[in-house]
T-cell receptor, first 114, second 113 residues
């Protein structure tokens, strides 16, 4: 069973609208959580990173939240643009991993229509 | 934009051929990784390296092999490609002190006929 679950699997919204993507995880002990954006045919690019003590982090129109007690995170996208169309991947690292191994969600495929 | 490169970006090849996917980074990172990603699925770690002459198998069993003769290069080789090897292969690297910050290359999309 994957230790990082994302929802919804896919989402279609109109340009200019807001949306929220969800991530639930069971990885323990927790170190940090990242949201990556992966354009089609490209490698993932980091959007935000949050450690245990942080509960919100913004990067332009992207705002991530973290509830370490319930092991949930969300990524809110404001005023969506066509270029936001991509897969958004939630990635969790455990504290005991000296390698830096990451636990990946399957991603939410976001499509923004004009 | 991360300074990590992969070639080729796309490869279509017949069954039984030997292929090498190239990965290079100019950031001087000690740690490098290979991931396999199927459409709509999560990334799976197949190989990693702590540095020169260090290679380890990842979480997902893979018939591929890797080598790390130079810090900046981490090629992945399939001795005899099969249709089951069709996938996207992503290379990544990270600093020793900050292993959680992995920088990804653009990926190689492999199709084995």
């Amino acid at each position: 069973k994957n230790q990082v679950e994302q929802s919804p699997q896919s989402l279609i919204i109109l340009e200019g609208k807001n949306c929220t993507l969800q991530c639930n995880y069971t990885v323990s002990p927790f170190s940090n959580l990242r949201w990556y954006k992966q354009d089609t045919g490209r490698g993932p690019v980091s959007l935000t990173i949050m450690t245990f003590s942080e509960n919100t982090k913004s990067n332009g129109r992207y705002t991530a939240t973290l509830d370490a007690d319930t092991k949930q995170s969300s990524l809110h996208i404001t005023a969506s643009q066509l270029s936001d169309s991509a897969s958004y991947i939630c990635v969790v690292t455990d504290r005991g991993s000296t390698l830096g191994r990451l636990y990946f969600g399957r991603g939410t495929q976001l499509t923004v229509w004009p | 934009e991360a300074d990590i490169y992969q070639t080729p970006r796309y490869l279509v090849i017949g069954t039984g051929k030997k292929i090498t996917l190239e990965c290079s980074q100019t950031m001087g990172h000690d740690k490098m990784y290979w991931y396999q990603q199927d459409p709509g699925m999560e990334l799976h770690l197949i190989h990693y390296s702590y540095g020169v002459n260090s290679t380890e198998k990842g979480d997902l069993s893979s018939e591929s092999t890797v080598s790390r003769i130079r810090t900046e290069h981490f090629p992945l080789t399939l001795e005899s490609a099969r249709p089951s090897h069709t996938s996207q292969y992503l290379c990544a690297s990270s600093e020793w002190d900050h292993p959680k910050t992995q920088y990804f290359g653009p990926g190689t999309r492999l199709l084995v006929l």
